[in-house]
Nanobody, 118 residues
Framework: VQLVESGGGLVQAGGSLRLSCAAS????????MGWYRQAPGKQRELVAI???????NYADSVKGRFTISRDNAKNTMHLQMNSLKPEDTAVYLC?????????????WGQGTQVTVSS
């Protein structure tokens, strides 16, 4: 599975961005997909995740502002980010989970930079 993110950029506080993640390869085997972010000097953290069944979960810091969506027919996932804050500045990474039997595989994209200016 290969993942490619796009849609990052520079935006003012209060603005919006829409990130996309395009999956290729053995996409039929993907279970959960999610967005993570990593700011300089900080640990990678979960932003939002969507399961194979369509349920979603969000970090408390983004609830009500971010929306994760997934289009299985197009093998894409999106993250709509509204009311952005400077603390949302980070590299955002796409993540996909594949489970084969008892083995769990995790794939990552290269990331896309999101910078929110105050």
């Amino acid at each position: 599975v290969q993942l490619v993110e796009s849609g990052g950029g520079l935006v003012q506080a209060g603005g919006s961005l829409r990130l996309s993640c395009a999956a290729s390869g053995s996409t039929f085997s993907i279970n959960a997909m999610g967005w993570y972010r990593q700011a300089p000097g900080k640990q990678r953290e979960l932003v939002a995740i969507t399961s194979g069944g369509g349920s979603t979960n969000y970090a408390d810091s983004v609830k009500g502002r971010f929306t994760i969506s997934r289009d299985n027919a197009k093998n894409t996932m999106h993250l709509q980010m509204n009311s952005l804050k400077p603390e949302d500045t980070a590299v955002y990474l796409c993540n996909a989970e594949v489970v084969v039997g008892r083995t769990r595989y995790v794939y990552w994209g290269q990331g896309t930079q999101v910078t929110v200016s105050s």
